[in-house]
Nanobody
Framework: QVQLVESGGGLVQAGASLRLSCEAS????????MGWFRQAPGKEREFVAA????????YKTDSVKGRFTISRDNAKNTVYLQMNSLKPEDTAVYYC????????????????????WGQGTQVTVSS
């Protein structure tokens, strides 16, 4: 059974940093794109960042560029999201995602049914 388990969320003040981790189990994801989405209260889930299978390409939504860094360790089947200079508008539940079928450089366009999802971790940034 495939599982993606996020950790590292919490409550911080604006300007602080957090590092999210997502450890996958049940299969290897070395050939999959892995990334992060988030969902704020009352809003739709939105793409945050992703990294292709080889790590050759990363891409992020504009609002986190210069502040968030995605990385992965294929040997540990784990993807990370380093979040610096956090803002109150970053408050959301953050979900780990991994493609079921191969790697892509356009994770936001992959059908939801073709993605494995974690259960989410809450990030709250106070002003």
């Amino acid at each position: 059974q495939v599982q993606l388990v996020e950790s590292g969320g919490g409550l911080v003040q604006a300007g602080a940093s957090l590092r999210l981790s997502c450890e996958a189990s049940g299969r290897t994801f070395s050939s999959s794109t892995m990334g992060w989405f988030r969902q704020a209260p009352g809003k739709e889930r939105e793409f945050v960042a992703a990294m292709t299978a080889s790590g050759a390409r990363t891409y992020k939504t504009d609002s986190v560029k210069g502040r968030f860094t995605i990385s992965r360790d294929n040997a540990k089947n784990t993807v990370y999201l380093q979040m610096n200079s956090l803002k109150p508008e970053d408050t959301a539940v953050y979900y780990c995602a991994a493609t079921r079928y191969g790697s892509t450089s356009n994770l936001p366009t992959v059908p939801i049914s073709d993605i494995y999802w974690g259960q989410g971790t809450q990030v709250t940034v106070s002003s």
